[in-house]
């Protein structure tokens, strides 16, 4: 089993509508949970971070932690063209410290 | 504010030959990473230091691959001697404390 996993994609949204992105992570104690977007051939760009259970919301981009079943999800609202990207999920596992385990990410393709 | 540097941004090399990626932190950040982008294995920690001081190098994948952080604004990574397989994207990535990671713009390494 793959410490961070996500469902490669491509997933493909209907400009205006709500995208969803999944990723379960295997270690049970994980810490801290982040969602970077990275444009084909540009570095990932951090877009949202939670560390407590329940939904944090940020503009169109709504993060939701559910650690008893050990998944994170990001909700973009009003999709839009320039949201197509690959979304990459890290989590900082139980040892702590700072390290990232980052997912193989979520290719999203916005249809106008 | 001006973000992670790295230098080159480029390199073609060939095989055999001594590489050495150079990244500058943001300024007052205490942690730096770098990380090895394919598309195979995704993005992956190769080492990282907090205040200057080597604190995991699991990632790197042989003595090929070396690391130093001299002081708290320059890192390098270097190989040698260089194969085809260490062609990726690698990145540097500071950070304050635990706060979320910032991405440089990478470099993109070709061996040939």
């Known amino acids: 089993q793959k410490e961070v996993e996500q469902n490669s994609g491509p997933l493909s949204v209907p400009e205006g509508a709500i995208a969803s992105l999944n990723c379960t992570y295997s270690?049970?104690?994980?810490?801290?949970f982040f969602w970077y977007r990275q444009y084909s051939g540009k570095s990932p760009e951090l877009i949202m971070f939670i560390y407590s259970n329940g939904d944090k919301e940020d503009g169109r981009f709504t993060a939701q932690l559910n650690k008893a079943s050990q998944y994170v999800s990001l909700l973009i609202r009003d999709s839009q063209p320039s949201d197509s990207a690959t979304y990459l999920c890290?989590?900082?596992?139980?040892?702590?410290?700072?390290?990232?385990?980052f997912g193989t990410g979520t290719r999203l393709t916005i249809i106008p | 504010d001006a973000g992670v540097i790295q230098s080159p941004r480029h390199e073609v090399t060939e095989m055999g030959q001594e590489v050495t990626l150079r990244c500058k932190p943001i300024s007052g950040h205490n942690s730096l990473f770098w990380y090895r982008q394919t598309m195979m294995r995704g993005l992956e920690l190769l080492i990282y230091f907090n205040n200057n001081v080597p604190i995991d190098d699991s990632g790197m994948p042989e003595d090929r691959f070396s690391a130093k952080m001299p002081n708290a604004s320059f890192s390098t990574l270097k190989i040698q001697p260089s194969e085809p397989r260490d062609s990726a994207v690698y990145f540097c990535?500071?950070?304050?404390?635990?706060?979320?990671?910032?991405f440089g713009d990478g470099t993109r390494l070709s061996i040939l």
């Open positions: 270690d049970r104690g994980s810490q801290s």
């Open positions: 990535a500071s950070s304050l404390a635990v706060q979320p990671q910032h």
């Open positions: 890290a989590v900082i596992k139980p040892e702590g410290n700072e390290k990232l385990t």
